[in-house]
């Protein structure tokens, strides 16, 4: 089985807080990976593919089975005078139409914490930071 590697943003410039949503997951696609998917999936758009790989990883996520396989690390970092939340989703997706590709996400959110950010949500904040020290 050979395994494709893939990095995926998630864009969250717009969000509030730490929620992870699938829907803006952006994929960084190689011509090579492309071509593939759309050999594997000739009636479909790479749009259509990317909401095929937002579903699964969602899934994955909201399942809350991880294994070595599918992993989550967080955490907050120092950014100049700021911190930065960050959120990593490493998961394995296999489509049925491709059973010999393995695709392995690398997904990855980071959020600004600034002063602004912080008072709007600040219970949300509080009770993730609370969280995080434990």
């Known amino acids: 089985m050979k395994t494709i590697e893939v990095e995926a943003y998630v864009d969250c410039d717009d969000c509030d807080y ?78 049925p139409e491709l059973p010999d590709y393995q695709f392995k996400f690398s997904v990855m959110m980071e959020l600004l914490l600034t002063e602004e950010r912080l008072l709007s949500n600040f219970d949300e904040y509080i009770s993730f930071i609370n969280f995080m020290g434990r």
């Open 18 to 95: 730490f929620i992870f949503i699938s829907e803006k997951i952006d994929f960084v696609w190689d011509e090579d990976t492309k071509k593939i998917l759309l050999n594997a999936y000739p009636n479909s758009q790479i749009e259509e593919i990317n909401d095929m790989f937002k579903e699964a990883i969602s899934d994955i996520y909201f399942s809350g089975k991880l294994n070595n396989n599918n992993k989550i690390s967080m955490g907050i970092t120092p950014e100049d005078e700021n911190y930065k939340y960050f959120f990593n989703l490493y998961c394995m997706v296999i489509l």
